[in-house]
């Protein structure tokens, strides 16, 4: 019997990233993660709702962080500029995960349910960055539109950061698809 | 017995959207609508794999539509401009279906389940034009870039256009979005 675990949390979510890549998410249980982690399902159910829900833990987090820097960007910024902020913030949060998040993406990537649920986070996500913008004076449909590019440049940049053999920094990479996303629109 | 049938397939998808209208898509069967139609089960499976498919036959055609403009706009023409062009193509085969298109959007709009598909099949939308981007020369990350960001005024647009009220036609709306997405990405 386990009488102490410390950090619980982080040992079943590793226990279920090595199981989901070994043998795939769908042929994973939640008995099994626990047992993995060497806890019980109860200790499992105490962190996490379901199997899924240890792949997108995160989400609620990365929201926070990304709503609260469009509100707090200066008054004097642009819509565009308080996007960067918010990337940018979003962005450093990430840096020292960069294996867990390949992991990660690799997982979600294997299964079109995961996928689905992926799409359906950033769709969340773009809302709330659009709530934020509205917040701060933006006009729609500005503010859902620039909320929808940075969503966008955040993704495409995340899926470039964990490339195999890339050394660049998640924030270098967003600074640099922003840039090319503004040229393009730029015509 | 109906022994002819003519405009099956227009038949088979009035009726489905009727009864999705009135009593929700996932209350509905194939049965039920064949028998709205005045059409048989058997004539339903000739035009729709499934239920969910009555909603998003149009999908294939719509992308067929995006990846010609594309492909065929003037050799000269930047990475926007050829993205501007295939907004516009497909608009315009909206433009006589508005009541037919907001009856769909509601539908839609009413279940995550086909939300989740739409996401999917607009997921789909982009990534074929951001590779007819690059058959015409255009690099990544700005092929995607611009990709996800046509697709994304173009769903703005869409929404737009189905509201109750609106007069402009969808067209004139992509052009406004897309010029506002241009503004707001100079700063």
Tied chains: 1, 2.
Aim: glycine share 6%.
């Amino acid at each position: 019997v386990v009488r102490w675990a410390p950090d619980a949390r982080g040992r079943l979510q590793q226990a279920a990233f090595e199981l989901y890549g070994e043998r795939g998410y769908e042929n994973t249980t939640v008995a099994e993660i626990a047992e993995h982690a060497g806890l019980t399902k109860r200790t499992f159910f105490r962190y996490f709702a379901d199997k899924r829900e240890v792949l997108f833990s995160g989400a609620q987090a990365l929201q926070k962080t990304f709503v609260a820097a469009v509100v707090e960007a200066p008054e004097s910024a642009t819509a565009l500029e308080a996007m960067a902020a918010a990337l940018d913030a979003a962005a450093v949060g990430f840096e020292e995960r960069r294996e867990f998040a390949a992991q990660r993406q690799r997982i979600v990537n294997a299964n079109p349910e995961l996928q689905e649920r992926e799409r359906s986070k950033l769709a969340s996500l773009a809302a709330a960055v659009a709530e934020a913008m509205r917040a701060r004076g933006v006009a729609e449909p500005a503010a859902t539109l620039v909320a929808d590019a940075g969503i966008t440049v955040f993704r495409a940049a995340f899926e470039a950061w964990v490339q195999a053999g890339n050394e660049r920094r998640l924030q270098q990479i967003v600074h640099v698809l922003l840039d090319e996303l503004v040229a393009v629109m730029a015509g």
